[in-house]
């Protein structure tokens, strides 16, 4: 334990504790929105990422409309991915069984997932449809991969909820998303996978000295189908890292 630690840990319960707060006072605005809800989303994100003195750069145009699809690194592609535009995730039932931060996660507007239940995935799929018909610029943003990985590799894409936005002709956006160590530490070590245990792991994140997250979206494209949005979308995203890495590496 160190005082970087104490110091974030605190400053991170205090911006939770003033989140809540301002989703509390949204009703005395009336009703609360999907839309409110995920703009409230964001600017919580934006406050918790400037308390832990993580910066975020973006290339590339956020869509405002759609879907977008994003590799997964870790929780912290939620926080990173909903400051830098307002959207509605997609993400695994088990999130919304976390103390706290799963009622965080459905206030913003989360679509939750239990991913062994056939009856869940079709419910999933009418809730995308559905957002992505809501007349307000803010896009559905699905990790195809269906589970974060340690960044190595892009994992293979699962096109079954990709299929609301082919089908209905809505664009499809690919985001790349990757973390830059200030000292040089490999990415793996931000990233949340295998058996690594939630507060173990935000514990390691909360003593990391700097770092910062990349951020970069393709072109928005209507595919033909959802089999072809999610190899194309996949073959553009690992691209996108790739170019990233090269640069990196040219900068050393």
Same mark, same amino acid.
């Given at each position: 334990?160190?005082?970087?630690?104490?110091?974030?840990?605190?400053?991170?319960?205090?911006?939770?504790?003033?989140?809540?707060?301002?989703?509390?006072?949204?009703?005395?605005?009336?009703?609360?929105?999907?839309?409110?809800?995920?703009?409230?989303?964001?600017?919580? =994100?934006?406050?918790?990422?400037?308390?832990?003195?993580?910066?975020?750069?973006?290339?590339?145009?956020?869509?405002?409309?759609?879907?977008?699809?994003?590799?997964?690194?870790?929780?912290?592609?939620?926080?990173?991915?909903?400051?830098?535009?307002?959207?509605?995730?997609?993400?695994?039932?088990?999130?919304?069984?976390?103390?706290?931060?799963?009622?965080?996660?459905? =206030?913003?507007?989360?679509?939750?997932?239990?991913?062994?239940?056939?009856?869940?995935?079709?419910?999933?799929?009418?809730?995308?449809?559905?957002?992505?018909?809501?007349?307000?610029?803010?896009?559905?943003?699905?990790?195809?991969?269906?589970? =974060?990985?340690?960044?190595?590799?892009?994992?293979?894409?699962?096109?079954?909820?990709?299929?609301?936005?082919?089908?209905?002709?809505?664009?499809?956006?690919?985001?790349?998303?990757?973390?830059?160590?200030?000292?040089?530490?490999?990415?793996?070590?931000?990233?949340?996978?295998?058996?690594?245990?939630?507060? =173990?792991?935000?514990?390691?994140?909360?003593?990391?000295?700097?770092?910062?997250?990349?951020?970069?979206?393709?072109?928005?494209?209507?595919?033909?189908?959802?089999?072809?949005?999610?190899?194309?979308?996949?073959?553009?995203?690992?691209?996108?890292?790739?170019?990233?890495?090269?640069?990196?590496?040219?900068?050393?």
């Amino acid at each position: 334990m160190n005082l970087r630690q104490i110091r974030r840990a605190v400053a991170l319960g205090f911006e939770i504790f003033l989140s809540i707060v301002r989703l509390w006072l949204l009703r005395l605005n009336g009703p609360r929105t999907l839309e409110t809800r995920a703009r409230w989303m964001g600017s919580s =994100s934006r406050r918790v990422l400037e308390r832990l003195g993580i910066r975020c750069t973006v290339q590339g145009l956020p869509p405002e409309h759609g879907m977008v699809v994003s590799n997964h690194l870790s929780y912290l592609d939620i926080l990173v991915l909903s400051s830098v535009m307002p959207c509605f995730f997609v993400s695994k039932a088990e999130i919304s069984r976390w103390p706290l931060f799963g009622w965080l996660g459905g =206030s913003g507007g989360t679509i939750f997932l239990d991913r062994g239940s056939l009856a869940s995935a079709q419910s999933v799929a009418s809730q995308i449809t559905e957002r992505l018909k809501l007349p307000v610029a803010i896009p559905v943003l699905l990790f195809p991969e269906g589970t =974060s990985s340690d960044g190595s590799q892009v994992l293979l894409f699962h096109s079954r909820l990709i299929d609301p936005a082919a089908s209905a002709g809505a664009p499809i956006t690919a985001a790349s998303i990757r973390y830059v160590l200030h000292d040089g530490t490999p990415e793996r070590e931000l990233c949340w996978f295998g058996d690594q245990t939630f507060v =173990s792991h935000l514990w390691k994140v909360l003593s990391v000295g700097g770092f910062e997250a990349e951020v970069q979206f393709g072109e928005p494209h209507i595919y033909a189908s959802r089999r072809a949005a999610a190899q194309a979308t996949r073959e553009e995203i690992i691209a996108m890292r790739e170019a990233d890495d090269r640069s990196a590496a040219l900068s050393l």
